[in-house]
């Protein structure tokens, strides 16, 4: 069974901190997706990775997928209320697998 | 005009009712998925359809039954509903299927079985 574990699961930072979120798996993917969430809407994606130790950058936030195409990082600098959310990873085979979750919270 | 559009947004029902919950794309999509998201936010595949043909069918009770009429359409029947299902139910999209596509999603319907 192919599982992608997040970290952390929660995080409450203020206004102008930097983050880094986690997704690993064991498992090998052909491509990785962020996505964000916000309460009662459906995910939104945020960037697509598709080549090994490929990194992409979306104003602050930054993209990374592992060399082994395992693993990915989203790393958010100086973070601002309007970031919190919840950001799921998801890994695509035939099908995308999501990640558990990391409920971002930034105070103002 | 929302890209993909599930009704209703809330359902609330007894246990061991029948409901469906009805799904429109209108972004010209080939492939079109239904996801279950729990209590814990986890977001987990059930089914897959491209151009109405059944291709993603994960393991979910045959109580869930998904129909697509076309391929601008997937709705989702339950049959003998369990305290179990409740959950948000997300419709989505994409312009094939496999990886490495955008999928778009509505913004879910809130089941609660009483």
């Known amino acids: 069974t192919q599982l992608l574990e997040q970290s952390p699961q929660f995080l409450s930072i203020q206004e102008g901190e930097n983050l880094t979120v986690y997704c690993n798996s064991s498992s090998v993917f052909s491509s990785l997706q962020w996505y964000r969430q916000e309460p009662g809407e459906g995910p939104v994606l945020l960037v697509t990775?598709?080549?090994?130790?490929e990194v992409k950058k979306l104003k602050r936030l930054t993209f990374q997928f592992g060399d082994a195409r395992k693993d990915s990082s989203l790393h958010i600098t100086a973070a601002q209320p309007g970031d919190t959310g919840l950001y799921l990873c998801a890994g695509g085979t035939y099908k995308y697998i999501f990640g558990t979750g990391t409920r971002l919270k930034v105070l103002a | 005009d929302t890209a993909v559009s599930q009704t209703p947004k809330y359902l609330v029902t007894q246990m061991g009712n029948d409901k469906s919950i009805k799904c429109e794309q209108n972004l010209g999509h080939d492939t079109m998925y239904w996801y279950k998201q729990d209590s814990k936010k986890f977001l987990k595949i059930m089914f897959s359809y491209n151009n109405k043909e059944l291709i993603i069918n994960e393991t979910v009770p045959n109580r869930f039954s998904p129909k697509s009429p076309d391929k601008a359409h997937l709705n989702l029947h339950i049959n003998s509903l369990e305290l179990g299902d409740s959950a948000v139910y997300f419709c989505a999209s994409s312009p094939g299927g496999g990886a490495k596509n955008i999928q778009y999603f509505g913004a879910g319907t809130r089941l609660s079985v009483l």
């Open positions: 990775v598709v080549t090994g130790g």
